[in-house]
C-alpha cells in the first residue's frame, strides 16, 4: 500500500486509526456518509484490492487536485496508412511520426522521475518494441514498473464501436493485451479503457471492457446535448450497466467523460503541432507570463471542478500525434506544476500533479464516489456522428475477411501440423493483425483516406498467403490426403476461376459453428450439365441458375446444391460436369414475365412471398408455420445529400449524414423482374436501374427470406450526391419504437425522436434517428415481429411506424469538414456493392430464436475450399476422409463457440458463449442456463488442464478482481465461491467464459 493511502485517510487493507468523516475543502462537495461505513463496505467486498495502483502519486486531501495525463492519441491509419504514420512519412499530409514520440517520451521520463506518460495503440508500440536495443528495452521495463508509463487500453487498436462486430473487438483487444501481459507482466497490464476518440460508445462495448477486468473507462466523444445535461446533473462519472442479462457486477463499468475531449485546454498546449505561448518566467523578459497563465490554470481547474463530484479532476495534456518533441510538452508542465503548486503558500487549494488515467480512477475509487446517476444508465449514442459511420467504406465493409477465424479453429484442431506441413509454413498471425487494425476508429468506420482503406485492404490481402498455407495443411492432415486446394476470395461476388474452368472438382465445405448445418452452395461454374456427389459417394439434388447476357456485371451460371455439415468440420462433395443428354442434369432456364395479371409468388415449406402485378415489388410475406400474413413493401430510396444550406453549412460526408430533404428518392417505381423456380432454389430478380438490382430468394427449409442487392456504381453526373436505402414499409403499429443490435450481440430498444436519459431536442429529424446495425434491426406490434439481418454494418431506422430502413451504399460530392478533407466518392472496388438482408417474420415470442442462429451462421458463414483432385495419400494412408466434426457431440443451439484458437505450446484458447438474452426466447427455452461437460468434447484433442480467465484471457479468474463502486441500487450481490469443473461448465444468459485448455493432439485415425 502506497503512500497516497495514508495520505487520503483512505485505508484499504484496514488500519486501525482510520477514522473520522471525510472532509471537503470546497462547499459544492456534497456531504457522505462517515468513512467507517466504506471501510465496512471495503472490507466486506471480497476480493477488493488496490493490485496495480501502489506507484501512483500522492494526492493533497483538503486540495483540488488536478491530474495532468500526458497523451498522444495515435490513429493506426486515417490521413495517412499505418507504416506513414509510425515512420513519420509524409508529413505534408499531417505532420506525424510515432516512431520520433516514442523515442522522444522515453528521454523525457527518464529526466525526471515525477513525469508519467500513458500509451494506447499497441499496433503501434509493439512495432517499436521490437526495434529498440536490449538496453532501451530494459530501460522501459523499469519505467512501466514504476508506473511512470503506463499503458490506458491496451487494444491492438483504439477501435470503432459503431461499426465492430463484438468477436472482433474481443479479439484486437486480445492481440494488444497479450503483447502486454508477454512483455510486462503485471507491471504492463491497463487497469482504464480509454475511447477518447471513436464516434459514439455502444453499450456493449462497455459490457466487453468490465468482463475484460477494466476498472474504469474514460471516452471524449458524446452527443453535445448528453454532455450538458451530465454537467448540470453531476454524473460525468457515473457506474454503466453494460447489459440487462448478466448479474451485477459482471457488466457493470465505472464510466468518466472527459473535460475537454482528449484535447488539454484552450491555452494550454505545448506541443510541435500547437501555437500557445510557453511558460516564461523571467521576469526582465517582455515575454514574461507566469502570473497570467497561473490565474488562469487555477480559473479553468475551479470551472471544471464545478462538474465533478470529488476533489480530483483530470486534464488531458495532449492530443493527435503529439510528444513528437516531448521536452516541449514535459519542460512546460513541470513549470506550470511548480508554479501553480508554490500558490499553496499563498492560500490556494489547487494541486497539481503528474497522473495517469489509473491513478485518477484510484483516487475517485477511494473517494467511493457514488454514482448518482443509478447503474441503470445508458448512454446515449452520439447518432448523428454514429450511424453513417457504420456504413463505412464500403469497399472495406464487403472485404471477406473470412480466412481468419476458420483457419484459427482449424490450427487449434489440427496442431502444430498446420503450422509446418506439406505446403509450406503457415500461420493465422498476420491476418489476424491485419483484422486487428480493421477495427481502428478510422478503419472500419469509414473516416480513414481512400489511399489509406487501400492500405487496408493490402493489409489484410498479405495476411491471406500464409493463412491459406496453414489451412492446406490442416485440411490435408485431416483429410488424409494432399489437394492442390484453391481459395475463391471473390465467391461472394461469383468470381472462382477454378469452377468457373474445370470440368471436375472436390467441394470441401468447413463449417465453423458448433452445431450442424444445412447450407445451400452457390458456385460459378462454366455452362453444362454437373453432377454433384455427396461424401457418401451418393448423387444429390443440384440444379444450375443462368443469367442473361444483357446482365451487367456479367454473372456466370451457378452451380447450386444443398450440403449438410457436421459442427466444426466439413464436408467434401465431388462436382462433374457430364454429357448434357443424361436425364437428371437438366438446367432450368429464368421466366421472362413482362405482364402478369395475378401476383407473383415464390415460396417453400415455411414462407411465401408475394409481389406486386403493377411494380414489380415485393408486396407481402406469409410464414406459413405461425399462419402469419404481413403486407411487406420493400424498394430502393435515395437521400440528396447535403452540401450545406442556409440552417447549417454541414455537407453530409465521411462522418456525417445529413440529407437535403426528409422524404427520400425512390430509384425506380417498379422493377423489371425476371422469375426462376427450380427445385433448389425460388428467385425473383428485379432490376430498378442501371446501377441497383436485387434477387429475392427461398431455399428449401429456409426460414427467413434473403434479399441479395447489388448497387453502384451510383451516378452522380447530376451533381447530387447519393445516400441509397433500402426501405421495408409494414402496417405494423410500432409506436415510434424499432429495435437494433449492439456490436452484433445485445438488442437495445430505440426511440424516434427520443433519448432515454434527456429530453432530445431533434435537430436533424433523419440523422438523429439512425443508429448502427451491426447484425439485426427489427420492428414489432407485440405480437409479430418483422427482423431484417444484415451482413455487414449499416446504418438503420425506423423513421415512421412500420417502416425499416437501412443505408446499402452512399456516394458523396463534399466533404463534410470533420478532418478527412475528401468527399466519399468510392472510386474504385467500393463503387459497386453486393450484399444481403435477411428478412424474418415471426410471432414476437418466437423471433429470437430465429434472428439469433441466423445471426450467428451469417457471421461465421460455411468456408468453400476446392480442389481440382488428383491428389495423394497424406498421413492416413488410406481413402480421403470426406466428412470431419471436431466435436464429438454438438453444442445446444444457446451455445456458440466464439473462441478456438492457438495459445502457445499445446495450449489453445476457447470461449463459450450463451447467444440468448433473459427471458428472450420463451418457447423453446432457449434462454435457460446451459451446462456443459468439456472433458470429451473435442475430437483432435484431450485437455489435461483447463485454467479460466478474464475475457481476454490476461489475468485468471480466480485471480482477477475489480476495483468495487458503491452505487444507488446498493452493494454488489454476494458472489458464489468460485469453482471449476470441466466436466460442470454452466453458461447463463449472454454469458462468456473463457479458457485456456493444455491439451495433447490425437493421433489423427478417424
Ligand atoms: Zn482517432
Known sequence: MGAYARASGVCARGCPDAAGPWTFSRALRPQLLPLCFFLLLWLAAPGARAGGYETCPTVQPNMLNVHLVPHTHDDVGWLKTVDQYFYGIKNDIQHAGVQYILDSVISALLEDPTRRFIYVEIAFFSRWWHQQTNATQEVVRDLVRQGRLE???????????????????????????????????????????????????????????????????????????????????LEMEQVWRGSASLKPPTADLFTGVLPNGYNPPRNLCWDVLCVDPPVVEDPQSPEYNVKELVDYFLNVATAQSRYYLTNNIVMTMGSDFQYENANMWFKNLDKLIRLVNAQQAKGSSVHALYSTPACYLWELNKANLTCLGGLACPVGHDSALNAPAAVGHSGLATFPGACSPEARQLEALVGPAANVGPYGSGESAPLNEAMAVLQHHDAVSGTSRQHVADDYARQLAAGWGPCEVLLSNALARLRGFKEHFAFCRQLNISICPLSQTAARFLVTIYNPLGRKVNWMVRLP?????????????????SDMVIFPSSDRP???????????????????????????????????????????SHPLTIENEHIQAMFDPDTGLLME?????????????????????????????????????RP???????????????????????????????????????????QHVELEWSVGPIPVGDTWGKEVISRFDTPLETKGRFYTDSNGREILERRRDYRPTWKLNQTEPMAGNYYPVNTRIYITDGNMQLTVLTDRSQGGSSLRDGSLELMVHRRLLKDDGRGVSEPLMENGSG??????????????????????????????????????????????????????????????????????????????????????????????????????????LFSTFTIT??????????????????????TNTGPAPHQTPYQLDPANITLQPMEIRTFLASVQWKEVDG
Open 660 to 702: 437535403n430533404q426528409q422524404e427520400p428518392l425512390p430509384v425506380s417505381r417498379w422493377a423489371q423482374i425476371r422469375l426462376v423456380k427450380t427445385a433448389l432454389v425460388q428467385e425473383v430478380h428485379q432490376k430498378f436501374s442501371a446501377w441497383c438490382s436485387q434477387v429475392i430468394r427461398l431455399y428449401p427449409g429456409q
Open 945 to 966: 488442464r483447463l485454467q479460466e480467465t478474464t475475457l481476454v484471457a490476461n489475468q485468471l479468474r480466480e485471480a482477477a478482481s475489480r476495483l468495487k463502486w458503491t
Open 525 to 541: 461454374v462454366s455452362e453444362g450439365v454437373f453432377v454433384v456427389k455427396d461424401p457418401n459417394g451418393r448423387t444429390v439434388p
Open 831 to 936: 463503387s459497386w456493392v453486393r450484399g444481403r438482408h435477411l428478412v424474418l417474420l415471426d410471432t414476437a415470442q418466437a423471433a429470437a430464436a430465429g434472428h439469433r442462429l441466423l445471426a450467428e451462421q451469417e457471421v461465421l458463414a460455411p468456408q468453400v475450399v476446392l480442389a481440382a483432385g488428383g491428389g495423394a495419400p497424406y498421413n492416413l494412408g488410406a481413402a480421403p476422409r470426406t466428412q470431419f466434426s471436431g466435436l464429438r457431440s454438438e453444442l445446444p443451439p444457446s451455445v456458440h463457440l466464439l473462441t478456438l484458437a492457438s495459445w502457445g505450446p499445446e495450449m489453445l484458447l476457447l470461449r463459450l458463449e450463451h447467444q440468448f438474452a433473459l427471458g428472450e426466447d420463451s418457447g423453446r427455452n432457449l434462454s435457460a442456463p446451459v451446462t456443459l461437460n468439456l472433458r470429451d
Open 554 to 596: 456479367v454473372h456466370p451460371p451457378e452451380l447450386l446444391f444443398s450440403a449438410s455439415l457436421p459442427a466444426l468440420g466439413f464436408s467434401t462433395y465431388s462436382v462433374a460436369q457430364v454429357p448434357s443428354w443424361k436425364p437428371q442434369a437438366r438446367a432450368p432456364q429464368p421466366i421472362l414475365r413482362r405482364s402478369w
Open 621 to 657: 410475406i406469409v410464414n406459413k408455420n405461425q399462419q402469419l400474413r404481413l403486407p411487406v413493401h420493400q424498394t430502393f430510396f435515395w437521400y440528396n445529400a447535403s452540401i450545406g444550406d442556409n440552417k447549417s453549412a454541414q455537407a453530409s460526408g465521411a462522418y456525417i449524414f
Open 151 to 233: 499503458f490506458a487500453n491496451g487494444g491492438w487498436v483504439m477501435n470503432d464501436e459503431a461499426a465492430t462486430h463484438y468477436g472482433a473487438i474481443v479479439d484486437q483487444m486480445t492481440l494488444g493485451l497479450r503483447f502486454l501481459e508477454d512483455t510486462f507482466g503485471n507491471d504492463g497490464r491497463p487497469r482504464v479503457a480509454w475511447h477518447i476518440d471513436p464516434f459514439g460508445h455502444s453499450r456493449e462495448q462497455a459490457s466487453l471492457f468490465a468482463q475484460m477486468g477494466f476498472d474504469g473507462f474514460f471516452f471524449g466523444r458524446l452527443d453535445y446535448q448528453d454532455k450538458w445535461v451530465r454537467m448540470q446533473k
